[in-house]
């Protein structure tokens, strides 16, 4: 079964850096292109950023755009998601994504457990 397991969230201040990693298994991690969303408390899960199979193509909410970057390296099966210039309102679970395409949550089949990023002021 796929399996996606996120690592790399913490405590960081505002400002500072953070890279997220998004160990897959039980696919063909080639073929699929792969999402990061997040969850703030009391808010519905958000788009944050897409990345093609090949990587050649990415997609980013405006709200992270030019702050953060995904990445993918299909020979370890693993995305990333760097993260830079952390504002508070970046807090959130993130979660990794894949199995569709698209900008909402109902777009995708599998997920990850989600790794918690707290920005503070």
């Known amino acids: 079964q796929v399996q996606l397991v996120e690592s790399g969230g913490g405590l960081v201040q505002a400002g500072g850096s953070l890279r997220l990693s998004c160990a897959a298994s039980g696919l063909i991690f080639g073929n699929y292109r792969m999402g990061w969303f997040r969850q703030a408390p009391g808010k519905e899960r958000e788009f944050v950023a897409t990345?093609?199979?090949?990587?050649?193509?990415?997609n980013y909410a405006d709200s992270v755009k030019g702050r953060f970057t995904v990445s993918r390296d299909n020979a370890k099966n693993t995305v990333y998601l760097r993260m830079n210039g952390l504002k508070p309102e970046d807090t959130a679970v993130y979660y990794c994504?894949?199995?569709?395409?698209?900008?909402?949550?109902?777009?995708?089949?599998?997920w990850g457990q989600g790794t918690q990023v707290t920005v503070s002021s």
């Open positions: 994504t894949t199995g569709g395409s698209g900008t909402k949550p109902s777009d995708y089949a599998y």
């Open positions: 990345i093609s199979q090949s990587g050649g193509i990415t």
